[in-house]
């Protein structure tokens, strides 16, 4: 007799619950000059998502991105990876990496030397090392720079460097705080579409942020938007559109009524703002 595997048991996709991958509760954060960064945040991001943090400057977007990644403490509120404190993330199979602004490379090291840095970090032997590392920056299509310098790189290809080093641990959870904000518009939707097949290769789990309306519609499947003074959490928006999606997407009227709403908000998110500073 044929013996049921237990997966062929599981419901199919579209049945099963999504399970959440991170959940802020009632998170906040003062700094302890007395700043207000965040009022209490709750957000439950399901398994599989590609969520964008949006809204004006000072808002808390790096603030909230930082406390799902351990590296600031919430001052209430809990903040659960896998229904788990990020803190104890080391006992569960799942892993998250943080993708910053700007590329942080070391500028005397190869490339293969910078995105093998945090396996060399957690131990992992050389040689499962550096085919992991191969594997990585083919992903980013930069598998010929093995050798190269940083410098001898554009800023794009440097970025490129920089989320090689966040996929080579493998992780499930990418946040990605203004990845790309500093480079050209050609270049970033190069790298927006390279990001959006990685996410369905990889069956990843993000957090971007962006300043960009038209970069948060083309990525996400939801957009939360956040006002300032202080920062929370002022409207969600499902970007209830198929993947994949190529450039064509852009110059649809559905992205343009979804570009529409995202600007209407983030208007009112900043005139808020605006009033609240002049009072
Ligand atoms: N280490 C810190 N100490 C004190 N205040 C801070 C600190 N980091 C950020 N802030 C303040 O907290 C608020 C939120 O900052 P945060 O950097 O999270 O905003 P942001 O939405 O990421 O802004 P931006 O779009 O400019 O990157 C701002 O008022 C900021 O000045
Ligand atoms: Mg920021």
């Known amino acids: 007799m044929n013996r049921i595997e237990p997966h ?21 954060k003062t700094y302890t000059n007395g700043t207000q960064a965040l009022l209490p945040v709750d957000l439950s991001i399901a398994e599989g998502e590609f969520v964008t943090l949006l809204g004006p400057s000072g808002c808390g977007k790096s603030t909230l991105l930082k406390m799902v990644a351990g590296m600031l403490e919430p001052s209430d509120g809990r903040l659960l990876v896998w229904r788990k404190p990020v803190a104890q993330l080391h006992d569960c199979p ?16 190869s490339v293969q030397t910078n995105v093998r840095l945090p396996l060399d970090l957690g131990g992992v032997p050389r040689k499962e090392a550096d085919a992991r590392v191969m ?45 790309f904000g500093a480079l050209d518009e ?4 190069k790298l927006d579409a390279d990001l959006l097949e990685l996410w369905r290769k990889k069956k990843l789990t993000v957090i971007f942020v962006t300043h960009s309306i038209h970069e948060a519609v083309f990525l996400s499947s939801r957009v939360v938007m956040m006002a300032a003074r202080p920062g929370r959490v002022v409207e969600q928006f499902h970007i209830d559109e198929p993947y994949p999606r190529s450039a064509d997407f852009m110059v649809t009227p559905e992205f343009a009524r979804h570009a529409k709403r995202l600007q209407d908000s983030l208007l009112r998110a900043s005139s808020h703002a605006d009033e609240e500073a002049t009072r």
């Open 94 to 109: 799942h892993k998250l990496s943080f993708v910053f602004q700007s590329p942080t490379l070391m500028p005397w090291a």
């Open 186 to 189: 050609i270049t970033r939707h």
């Open 8 to 28: 062929t048991l599981a419901p199919p996709p579209e049945l099963a619950p999504s399970v959440p991958a991170v959940e802020v509760l009632s998170a906040e």
């Open 135 to 179: 594997e990585s920056l083919a992903l980013v299509g930069l598998e010929k720079f093995a050798d190269a310098l940083p410098r001898a790189l554009s800023g794009g290809m440097q970025m490129r460097v920089s989320i090689a080093r966040g996929l080579v641990t493998q992780p499930d959870l990418l946040l990605m705080d203004e990845p």
